[in-house]
Nanobody, 121 residues
Framework: VQLQASGGGLVQAGESLRLSCEAS????????MGWFRQAPGKEREFVTA???????FYADSVKGRFTISRDNAKNTVYLQMNSLKPEDTAAYYC????????????????WGQGTLVTVSS
């Protein structure tokens, strides 16, 4: 499956952004989907995931501020980010989960190219 992420940009602290990730090539609805992020000099970390069933999971650092959703008819997964903080600054990657622990990047075989989110204070 090919993934194309978009929607990143520069915002001020407290503002919102919505990221999108469009999938193609295979049946999108068959995959659990996740978002990860990677700040400069840091490892890529789990942000959130949504199962085929629609169940969602969040890292503690974004719980209550970020919302993941999916539209299987559009082959797209979204990440609504509210109340953004400077520490949310990172490249955000969408990924398709193929096996294993949902919170581990090693459980995802297909990755988008990343979209940069910069939050100024």
């Amino acid at each position: 499956v090919q993934l194309q992420a978009s929607g990143g940009g520069l915002v001020q602290a407290g503002e919102s952004l919505r990221l999108s990730c469009e999938a193609s090539g295979r049946t999108f609805s068959n995959y659990n989907m996740g978002w990860f992020r990677q700040a400069p000099g840091k490892e890529r970390e789990f942000v959130t995931a949504i199962l085929r069933s629609g169940a969602t999971f969040y890292a503690d650092s974004v719980k209550g501020r970020f919302t993941i959703s999916r539209d299987n008819a559009k082959n797209t997964v979204y990440l609504q980010m509210n109340s953004l903080k400077p520490e949310d600054t990172a490249a955000y990657y969408c990924a398709a989960h193929t096996r294993g622990y949902l919170y581990s990047r090693r459980a995802y075989d297909y990755w988008g190219q990343g979209t940069l989110v910069t939050v100024s204070s």
